[in-house]
């Protein structure tokens, strides 16, 4: 225990407080040095990961005998000016193991983010399906019982489930359109020879909105649907609705 206390302290003052210090005392000078931006830039990318894997693994390694004494020493290793462990752990491990796996760890975080948001729809599907499910049998029993006070029990602005189903179809689609478009990676970078990107709406006159044809799916959606021609029409998105069980 108090090993584990000395360590922190320790940890905390040499390998984050002053590192953290003379980071900002790089970027803060002009003009910036190149040398102490890519030392520290090392420095954090060695650290970033051996405090990743000490999350994940940390409760095995308190049972290492000796584990803090070796962890202080370790990080002092990295955070020294006199030794500049950080430099040569990046250059000769960490910097060889992602070239090495950049094209995998790419694919990996891109893959991890599409499971994840497939996940979430399906479990939102679900969710909405059990609640309509629920909501139906109530409306028909309500219906079948046929009693006065049933009537008067709705509230005044109507069906509450009509009213959910509505906003469902409504904005819906719109929704899960957003949330795709947020999962997908953003290269930041535009081929060469590229034309300088155009604003999606290009508005022609006060009563239409033309949308640009490079524009992707789900902004021409939006612009669909808000345009005023489509509120004129009162046109809701396609949206697939929910299998509604016999009453």
């Known amino acids: 225990m ?37 030392r520290w830039g090392m420095y954090w990318a060695v650290v970033g990961a051996f405090v990743a894997v000490e999350y994940v693994s940390g409760w ?16 002092l290793f990295l955070a020294l000016p006199q030794t500049q462990g950080s430099t040569w752990v990046y250059q000769t491990y960490l910097q060889p193991f992602l070239l090495k796996n950049q094209a995998d760890i790419d694919a990996s975080i891109a893959a991890a983010q599409t499971n994840v948001l497939t996940f979430v729809q399906s479990r939102l599907q679900v969710f909405w399906q059990t609640f309509w499910d629920l909501a139906t049998k109530a409306s028909a029993n309500a219906n079948q019982a046929g009693t006065p006070g049933a009537a008067s029990a709705q509230p005044a602005g109507g069906n509450p489930v009509e009213l959910a189903r509505s906003l469902w179809s409504s904005y819906g689609s719109s929704l899960i359109g957003a949330f795709q478009q947020a999962a ?10 590229a034309r300088p990107a155009v604003s999606p709406y290009d508005v022609g006159s006060s009563s239409s909105v033309q949308v640009n044809p490079t524009q992707n799916a789900f902004s021409a959606e939006m612009v669909n649907n808000f345009s005023p021609a489509a509120s004129s029409a009162n ?11 016999a009453a």
């Not at 390694?61 to 020493?73: K, M, N, S």
């Open 2 to 38: 108090l090993m584990s206390f000395i360590s922190h302290v320790l940890s905390a003052w040499f390998a984050f407080l002053l590192p953290s210090y003379a980071t900002w005392k790089a970027l803060a000078h002009r003009p910036i040095s190149e040398p102490d931006l890519e």
């Open 60 to 75: 095995l390694l308190d049972w290492v005998p000796f584990y803090w004494e070796a962890r202080t020493v370790f990080l």
């Open 184 to 193: 997908k990676p953003a290269t930041g970078v535009q081929p060469a020879g």
């Open 235 to 245: 046109l809701a998105p396609s949206f697939p609705q929910p299998e509604v069980p």
